[in-house]
């Protein structure tokens, strides 16, 4: 089965960029979508087919997705990005999320 | 507004069934495939199943290995889940989620939390 692979945890600076990385094999043949989740509340999609935003997230956040690497990128930090983050691809009939990355705004 | 609300969830014994239902508003849901997608406490987004607009093409994680169902009913605007011989790792918020066009997530339920245990 296909398996995407996110850092634990990722650290920024308020006011700095942050990159969250998903690796999987091959994954740039893929449409790779990205979900933010903050404390008790339902997923939120940020970012999908690899680099568009849906209506009302912010341009700070894009993506790209090459090779084996698909990267989530939130420019200009705020203490309001602090969340989990998820990359999530379909593969042979099935969707397929990675472990997810906590990231701190210091 | 578009809106998913689940229900249905709770404590259910190790062995047991129950049924989710999540009430879809605010779009014509006939014309949306629809997911569900599961977080056990403290863990990370675990995909569950997935039905095409007309149950056509149905969908498992494989984990499941035939325990629960999907199914939709267009005129109700609804979409469920059997669940049947539940076990405590099945224990989790249970969210419903439409798909869009490349199949991303767009709009998510609240969720409703099924906890498994004696």
Redesign the interface.
Known sequence: SYELTQPLSVSVALGQTARISCGGSNIGSKNVHWYQQKPGQAPVLVVYRNANRPSGIPERFSGSNSGNTATLTISRAQAGDEADYYCQVWDSSTAVFGGGTKLTVL | EVQLVESGGGLVQPGGSLRLSCAASGFTFSRYSM?W?RQAPGR????VS?TSTTSR?I?Y??SLKGRFTISRDNAKNSLYLQMNSLRAEDTAVY?CARS?G?????T????TLVTVSS
């Open positions: 997911n997608v990370g987004l675990e995909w997935f093409f969908y994680a494989d969210y869009e490349e199949l991303e997530l767009l998510w339920g609240q969720g």
